[in-house]
């Protein structure tokens, strides 16, 4: 295989990720940029990047072996993955957990009828983390999981709050409660409810004469994204904004706390843990690693959706088969 010809739709954060994650991939060159903003308007991080409108993207659907959507989870890619699985082998990391299930089901039917193979949520929560709690919880049967991120900035839940009527500009943090993983360390297994385990603080500037109690409602009451946790909505100026908000780290842990042996039980902990100083970067690299695994599998024949559960991780590699065994085993 030559190298892999990657498109990426939509170009803010996540987009730019892309971009520089297949500067450090000798088998993957760029092939397009696609916007929904004016081309010309667009400045590329690649010398000589074509830059094209998203409504003329199926003029390149033979120049693409794999399409990266940058959109957001709230109301671009349950929209757009599936649209453009008609089309193009796509990977996206939609993360609005509880509606996996459905995104996936849509986009697995429209890659089936075209023929195209599609990977979903993919990035590292869902994605990576996904992947260590299916292990942590094979290999310890008897034991509970917990989930941590943060502190750190969410990326789909920061989109969300800019989607709220009012929000000029706005950003979220998610914050891990200490004692709440000290309680899951110490091995007493707690029963946490959602609110236990995290706090969401949201930093946001109000459009001139926007109504902030409402946007303060609007956010805390939102579904699937803040109504579960406590959460402080804080009002301050664009400047203030532009100084302080300015960067997007991020992280967060897999724990699972078990039980092995007979009689007299022995405890084992798993942890696994990420922390990032760019949230985007490292979904981007993580998303092109997939994007390898999407092309191998895509010329063995696999059609329709897939997820992290699905796929060995000796696709993600540049490595043969005999030289992860050599280096890695």
């Keep these: 295989m030559g190298e892999l010809r990657i498109g990426i739709a939509g170009h803010g954060n996540l987009g730019r990720g892309v971009e520089l994650a297949i500067r450090q991939n000798d088998d993957m060159e760029l092939a397009a940029i696609f916007t929904r903003r004016d081309p010309s308007a ?18 390149m659907k033979d120049c693409i072996d794999v399409l990266i959507i940058c959109g957001g989870s709230a109301t671009d890619l349950p929209e757009q993955t599936p649209a453009l699985a008609k089309h193009f082998n796509v990977i996206d990391s939609f993360d609005t957990h509880a509606r996996i299930p459905e995104h996936f089901a849509n986009v697995d039917k429209a890659a089936k009828q075209s023929g195209h193979l599609a990977f979903i949520s993919l990035g590292w929560d869902p994605g990576l983390f996904s992947v260590n709690r299916l292990y942590a919880e094979s290999i310890l049967p008897n034991g509970k999981s917990y989930t941590f991120w943060g502190k750190g900035v969410s990326q ?174």
């Design 156 to 329: 789909g839940h920061s989109d969300a709050i800019r989607r709220v009527e009012g929000v000029k500009k706005g950003i979220q943090y998610t914050v891990p409660i200490e004692s709440a993983m000290e309680a899951v360390r110490s091995g007493s297994q707690p029963e946490l409810s959602t609110r236990e385990k995290h706090l969401r603080e949201c930093w946001v500037v109000a459009e001139e004469g926007a109504d902030k109690a409402k946007i303060e409602n609007d956010i805390k009451t939102m579904k699937n994204y803040f109504d579960q946790y406590n959460t402080t909505v804080n009002f301050i100026s664009e400047e203030e904004f532009d100084r302080v908000h300015n960067k997007m780290p991020h992280g967060g842990f897999v724990m699972r706390s078990g039980l092995t042996g007979d009689g007299e039980k022995t405890h084992q902990m798993i942890e696994y843990s990420l922390k990032l100083e760019s949230n985007p970067e490292f979904t981007a690299s993580v998303l092109i690693c997939y994007a390898r695994a999407l092309g191998r599998l895509y010329a063995e024949g696999a059609r329709g959706c897939k997820t992290a559960f699905d796929i060995a991780p000796a696709y993600l590699s540049k490595l043969t088969g005999e030289e992860l065994r050599a280096s890695m085993l």
């Design 42 to 59: 667009v400045k590329p991080l690649t010398a000589g990047a074509k830059v094209m409108k998203m409504d003329d993207i199926e003029s």
